[in-house]
Every structure is written in C-alpha cells, then in structure tokens.
C-alpha cells in the first residue's frame, strides 16, 4: 500500500514538473544583445534571437529606458532617450496593412452624404486628425486616398494615397516675371518643385525667388540637397507619376472647386505638386459654404492644412492663382509674390505602414 501511494506521489509530482516546465517554456522569451541594449524578439509570434531580413511587416517596439523605432528605410532598430540599460519587446508582424485600407478606415468623412468618398474620396478632417505620417524622414500628413488620373489625363477610376509635406519649403513666387498668370506646368514654382526639390539640387537659381516684381527680385534659399526628394532613392521610390487636376475655379465652395479643378488635367505626368483648394476646403470640418475671402474664417479652427499664413494652391482662377490667405480664406494674388509652398505628392498603391498609430509623436512609418 504504501509502495502504490509513493508510486502515486511520484506520478503527481512528475506530472505537476512537466506542466510547470511546459507553463515556463511557453511563457519565456529569447533575448539577445543589439548594441548594448537586451532585445526580447518575436517574428509571427515565435521568439528569434535576430531581427528577419527585410519583408513587409507591421513592426511595435516597447522599451524601458529609451524611447525604440524601428526604420524601414534602414532596416535598423533606432533607440533614442537612453536613460541606463535599455531592454525592448519587439515583434515582427506578416500582417501589415497597406496605407490606402488604413485611410479608407479612419478617414473622417467615410460615412458622409455629403463629402461622398466615391466621389471626392476618404479624406482626414477637423483640427488634429492623427493624419501624421514619417517621409522623407521628416513630418508629411495624409490629405487623403483620392480619385487621380495616373495612366492618362482622362482615366478614372484610380484612387492614390496623397499627402503633403508638413513645413513650408521657403516663400516662393508662382512665377516671374507675370502677376496674372494661371498656367501651372512649366512655370516657376512647378519647375523648382519637379526638378530642385525632387531631385535634392543644392541650387535653383532661376527659379528661387520670394519675390518677382519691378523694383526688387529678391533670390532665396534653394539648397534642397539635404531635405529634397531623390527619385531614386527609398522614399523616392513611392512617388506616384500622375496627371494633376489645374482646371480653372472660381472661388465658391469645396465641392464645387473640386470639380472644376479636375474638368482639366495637366498635359503630362509629374510628381510634386501643391494642394488644391479643394483639398483645403475638404479638410474643414462641418462646413461646405463658401471658400472665398472671410467667410470660412470662424471654421479655420477645424481645418489641420491652415497653417495662419499665406500659402499657395496650385488652383486658379481664369485670372489669378489662388492662394490661401491669413484671414482663413481663398484669394486671389499675384504670381509674383512669394507665399508658402508645402510640396505635395501621390504614393503608390503598393505602400504599406510598418509602424506608428498616426499622431504626431507616432507617425505611420511606411514601406514598399
């Protein structure tokens, strides 16, 4: 009897070894060191004890003393803020999501009646959405995914990723030259945009000016080698070729311009250009009047694209270019002055977010 109840015991004991060891075994995690700092790895929820080569996946980092990104562009885990040893739970996901399926779910007009995606697009609104996105290794923010003409200047039915950059490059003048022009290929800003800025020259004097007019021509600071685009490279790649929408408007509401503006494409493809004024009367938040001069003035509040200065669209009217003005309104100006240029541009179908949540502190992070 007491032979059968040790036999029983060691049975018990034996089994409750077994399920602990499994128990511990399941619930521990390899760590390996990466630069000083003890890493704990998963990739598709199997601990690794090295980060895989390149791929898309949807990559979260959390760390303890030090503040963890991982770069796409690199393809390297950046830790800044060190305050003593640093320990990450990273993991690798085969999950990620493009960013135009991202854009469609949390754009803030996806239910609307009104601002119809179908046909104006799935477009970020109000004062902060998280429509913050990390290119060119620098802050963009997401307009929206939108209908463009890709393959031809009369194709429908494509819809692109569009963002635009967000920090002004310098005042620039829409052209010299002329006050009234409102041809948008070929001209100045058009110019420094698709050959300075993309294409990272670190000069681009003949098209450099905050100023145009008879009395003073005033050349600015044109070096785009540092914060430029270059077509060949990581982010460069990601840029879409499309025809822009340059019909002329006058100035009434969004939905309105919208149309007006894309009646008539650009004559060839390119790959920089500015916001429309469409786009910056869609971002606006609960309001579809009139976009001229004052009267969107009390909405500006709602509206992440003003920026409280002058700027310029690549929309004119059948006389003037159209800019935004301080007072929180479209206007009309000369080509000659020198306003904001945010550059803007179109990402290509294929784009996926490796990271981030969308806020100015955590971007989305984008491969390809």
């Known amino acids: 009897?007491?032979?059968?109840?040790?036999?029983?015991?060691?049975?018990?004991?034996i089994i409750i070894s077994f399920t602990l060891l499994i128990v511990i075994s399941s619930k521990s995690t390899k760590t390996f060191n990466y630069n000083g700092s003890i890493i704990a790895l998963k990739v598709d929820g199997n601990s690794a004890t090295s980060f895989p080569t390149k791929g898309k996946y949807n990559v979260s980092v959390n760390c303890e003393n030090g503040k963890g990104v991982w770069n796409p562009k690199t393809w390297k885990l950046e830790i800044t803020k060190i305050k003593g040893t640093v320990t990450c739970d990273i993991s690798f996901n085969s999950n990620a999501s493009n960013l135009n399926d991202i854009v469609t779910n949390n754009a803030q007009n996806k239910n609307d009646t009104t601002i119809v995606p179908a046909t104006y697009g799935y477009r970020y609104q109000g004062a902060d959405p998280d429509n913050y996105v990390w290119y060119n290794d620098e802050l963009w923010r997401i307009i929206g995914y939108v209908p463009v003409s890709v393959n031809s200047a009369t194709e429908t039915g494509e819809y692109r990723v569009?963002?635009?950059?967000?920090?002004?490059?310098?005042?620039?003048?829409r052209e010299t030259n002329t006050t009234s022009t409102t041809v948008w290929e070929d001209k100045s800003l058009y110019t420094l945009l698709n050959t300075c800025y993309l294409g990272k020259a670190s000069?681009?004097?003949?098209?450099?000016?905050?100023?145009?007019?008879?009395?003073?021509?005033?050349?600015?600071?044109?070096?785009?080698?540092?914060?430029?685009?270059?077509?060949?490279?990581?982010?460069?790649?990601?840029?879409e070729n499309v025809y822009w929408g340059?019909?002329?408007?006058?100035?009434?509401?969004?939905?309105?311009?919208?149309?007006?503006?894309?009646?008539?494409?650009?004559?060839?493809?390119?790959?920089?250009?500015?916001?429309?004024?469409?786009?910056?009367?869609?971002?606006?938040?609960?309001?579809?009047?009139?976009?001229?001069?004052?009267?969107?003035?009390?909405?500006?509040?709602?509206?992440?694209?003003?920026?409280?200065?002058?700027?310029?669209?690549?929309?004119?009217?059948?006389?003037?270019?159209?800019?935004?003005?301080?007072?929180?309104?479209l206007n009309n100006r000369d080509a000659s002055y020198g306003f904001a240029a945010r550059p803007v541009l179109y990402l290509k179908s294929n784009v996926y977010v490796t990271g981030g949540t969308g806020s100015k502190i955590d971007p989305y992070r984008l491969g390809i």
């Not at 500015?274 to 969107?296: E, F, K, Q, R, V």
Request: contains cysteine; aromatic residues 12%; hydrophobic residues 30%.
């Open 203 to 239: 000069s681009c004097t003949s098209a450099c000016y905050s100023s145009y007019q008879s009395e003073y021509k005033p050349i600015t600071q044109c070096n785009y080698s540092v914060n430029g685009i270059d077509a060949s490279e990581y982010y460069g790649n990601m840029v």
């Open 246 to 329: 340059i019909g002329a408007s006058n100035l009434s509401t969004a939905t309105t311009m919208y149309g007006t503006e894309n009646s008539t494409k650009t004559s060839k493809q390119a790959k920089i250009g500015l916001m429309s004024a469409s786009d910056w009367g869609l971002a606006i938040s609960g309001y579809t009047g009139t976009l001229s001069y004052s009267s969107p003035q009390g909405y500006t509040k709602d509206n992440y694209l003003f920026t409280n200065c002058e700027e310029w669209t690549m929309t004119s009217t059948s006389s003037y270019p159209v800019c935004v003005d301080f007072l929180g309104g």
């Open 1 to 13: 009897m007491k032979y059968n109840k040790k036999i029983i015991i060691c049975s018990i004991f």
């Open 162 to 173: 569009k963002i635009i950059r967000n920090d002004s490059i310098g005042a620039l003048v």
